[in-house]
């Protein structure tokens, strides 16, 4: 652990003498003419000196990353800055998520991801700004998650996160990016989050494409207590993986990664999210389709693949069709070059920018998928987001967790039930940038789930 004590650091010949962490010795070798000044590390550290003065968690991070990624771009700032500013956030007021049980997301990396999925939601809406990954992600300044922490469980301060925090509604690591690249291992800044999250017995779910959640020195930091992980695996075809995620490692070392967690006792999904349709629109459920005259199988997500995630022991599957913005539809196509608008049907589609499936069709993937997951003994549920409420309720008949869609409670010993729906929609808007915005049914945001 870094104590608090009497330090220097050197920085272009500069002795600093000050009350900090104790920290690895820095030289800059740098040109007299350019800058090495870093106010915002010098802020990340005098934030670290104070909370490891008064809090019980005692960190031991080096902060000097921070410090040589704002030498970095002195010269040139990257817009939006060398931090990721939002690590929490709580998003079930969306219209397309108001049903989530797992909405109170994190992200220690933010601003793009190095995975690069063609199809990604995230990918489409930063572009458009101009802040996917400009140069890379930029991780976020852990002092800021380790301050609400301390905050919400050792003070009566105020803090926004209070209300959410205090019911011990599980955190999802993982939504704009993934806090498991490569390059944490050189960052650790979710390596420290899950010391954070452990010392302060908060349960978690892991939302992930990366093999390393399953590597040291991350799965010896996981708690089986406190997390569930769910490993992301649109496809088992690697051929098609490098053109459609050409970021990510092969499913083959995800599966792998999978085996050895649920060996070591964490129970373990693999989301087939997205779930890529292998026909047109209409192929299993109009009476009419000419199936003679389908184009040829798109087999990038195939149910043969629940044979391949039974054989390394993985014990459940979450289905969540796919939906794409024309941008993300775009890029699909480029990258695996083949149409594959003919496949959506023009009278299905919910908004003139995105491309869903029919609801009947989507519900004859499931029941495929349900029914080969049944035959390989291991669970299945649904993920409704982005395809409507009506699939929230009306899939739970598959669901073999019925209390759950992530099939976390009753899985995981610290998910005792408590979710996101449970939060009021009044503390929901507090973190809506739209105050006005309604629930899509009020009367139904805490409905019982059945049992």
Aim: net charge neutral; charged share 25%; proline share 5%.
């Amino acid at each position: 652990m870094f104590p608090l004590l009497k330090g220097t650091y050197m920085t272009d010949q500069t002795v600093i003498e000050d009350n900090i962490l104790q920290l690895p010795k820095l030289t800059v070798h740098s040109e007299p003419s350019i800058t090495t000044e870093t106010p915002v590390t010098d802020s990340i550290i005098e934030a670290a000196r104070k909370l490891q003065s008064i809090s019980s968690y005692k960190t031991d991070f080096n902060f000097e990353v921070y410090r040589k990624l704002e030498q970095r771009f002195n010269e040139k700032p990257v817009r939006g800055g060398i931090l990721f500013k939002t690590p929490f956030k709580l998003v079930n007021f969306h219209a397309s998520c108001q049903q989530c049980l797992y909405s109170f997301e994190a992200d220690t990396y933010g601003r793009g991801c190095t995975h690069e999925c063609v199809y990604c939601y995230a990918k489409a809406q930063l572009t458009v700004h101009g802040m996917w990954n400009k140069p890379f992600p930029m991780p976020v300044d852990i002092t800021e998650i380790w301050k609400t922490f301390h905050t919400v469980f050792e003070t009566d301060a105020r803090s926004k996160w209070r209300d959410v925090m205090e019911k011990r509604i599980p955190i999802r690591i993982g939504a704009m990016s993934d806090s498991f690249m490569a390059m944490d291992r050189s960052y650790k800044v979710t390596q420290e989050f899950l010391k954070i999250l452990n010392h302060y017995k908060y349960p978690y779910i892991i939302f992930t494409r990366s093999h390393t959640v399953g590597e040291s020195p991350y799965i010896d930091l996981l708690n089986p207590q406190l997390c569930s992980v769910q490993m992301s695996i649109a496809s088992t075809n690697d051929k098609l993986n490098k053109l459609i995620e050409p970021g990510t490692p092969s499913a083959k070392l995800r599966l792998q990664a999978l085996q050895k967690l649920t060996r070591a006792g964490f129970w373990t999904t693999v989301r087939i999210n997205p779930l890529f349709p292998n026909h047109p629109d209409g192929y299993y459920t109009d009476p009419h389709f000419r199936k003679d005259l389908a184009p040829e199988p798109f087999d990038y997500s195939t149910i043969e693949m629940v044979d391949e995630i039974a054989a390394h022991g993985v014990q459940s599957v979450i289905a969540g069709f796919v939906r794409l913005s024309t941008f993300s539809l775009n890029r699909m196509e480029e990258a695996v070059g083949r149409d594959l608008q003919s496949f959506f049907s023009a009278d299905c589609r919910k908004s003139r920018r995105d491309w869903h499936f029919s609801d009947k069709e989507i519900r004859a993937y499931y029941e495929r998928y349900q029914a080969r997951c049944k035959q390989n003994g291991i669970q299945f549920t649904t993920c409704y987001i982005g395809n409507g409420d009506d699939h929230f309720w009306g899939d739970q008949d598959l669901w073999d967790n019925k209390k759950d869609c992530c099939n976390a409670i009753n899985r995981v010993s610290e998910f005792k039930g408590q979710t996101s729906r449970d939060i009021s929609w009044d503390i929901r808007l507090k973190h809506s940038p739209d105050k006005m915005i309604k629930a899509n049914d009020i009367n139904r945001l805490h409905e019982l789930l059945e049992s």
